[in-house]
T-cell receptor, first 114, second 115 residues
């Protein structure tokens, strides 16, 4: 069963505009959330994260928002650039004996057009 | 280059054959993870090591899968008697674990095709 869901397989945004990528989760025990970015033929690269004790984390053009009551998080990219075109994975973890076993969503493919 | 290195990048094998993949983590990283990614899915956790100790292996997909990290440096993932359903990208990641949340660095993966 998919505990982390990214319901939009793809998203197209114009350069300079805001990109909003969404993620929902089902397990209320998750306490840490991450976004990874993946280019073709490369491994995922860490982008930004947020702890469950926060509702917002910002890093340059990237901001992640967490709504615990809705079990929803989103990644905002402002302004979007063509180099942001990639697959974005949402991931979540909880404190368990599995160490840092991340639960990933299926990914959203972002295309930023000039 | 100080990133996570995986070898080979691509592997084509016939059903029933054994395959072994190698992962060289970032030096001084004490944790090493194996994930599998199938088409249209996100990466799926398989197992991980802290130094040479394999701390979690219950998520390995079957007893045909095994992993080692004998000296706490590089790691190997072996799949015995491969099946077509094993076709996937196998990703390795490493981290320098501390008491606070760690950051995983992924390699580019080994793409396995089982014919």
């Amino acid at each position: 069963d998919q505990q982390v869901k990214q319901n939009s397989p793809s998203l197209s945004v114009q350069e300079g505009r805001i990109s909003i990528l969404n993620c929902d989760y089902t397990n209320s025990m998750f306490d840490y959330f991450l976004w990874y970015k993946k280019y073709p033929a490369e491994g995922p690269t860490f982008l930004i994260s947020i702890s469950s004790i926060k509702d917002k984390n910002e890093d340059g053009r990237f901001t992640v928002f967490l709504n615990k009551s809705a079990k929803h998080l989103s990644l905002h990219i402002v302004p979007s650039q063509p180099g942001d075109s990639a697959v974005y994975f949402c991931a979540a973890k909880f404190n368990s004996n599995s160490g840092y076993a991340l639960n990933f969503g299926k990914g959203t493919s972002l295309l930023v057009t000039p | 280059d100080t990133g996570v290195s995986q070898d080979p990048r691509h592997k084509i094998t016939k059903r029933g054959q054994n395959v072994t993949f190698r992962c060289d983590p970032i030096s001084e990283h004490n944790r090493l993870y194996w994930y599998r990614q199938t088409l249209g899915q996100g990466p799926e956790f398989l197992t991980y090591f802290q130094n040479e100790a394999q701390l979690e292996k219950s998520r390995l997909l079957s007893d045909r899968f095994s992993a080692e990290r004998p000296k706490g440096s590089f790691s190997t993932l072996e799949i015995q008697r491969t099946e077509q359903g094993d076709s996937a990208m196998y990703l390795c990641a490493s981290s320098r674990y501390t008491a606070t949340n760690e950051k995983l660095f992924f390699g580019s993966g080994t793409q396995l095709s089982v014919l």
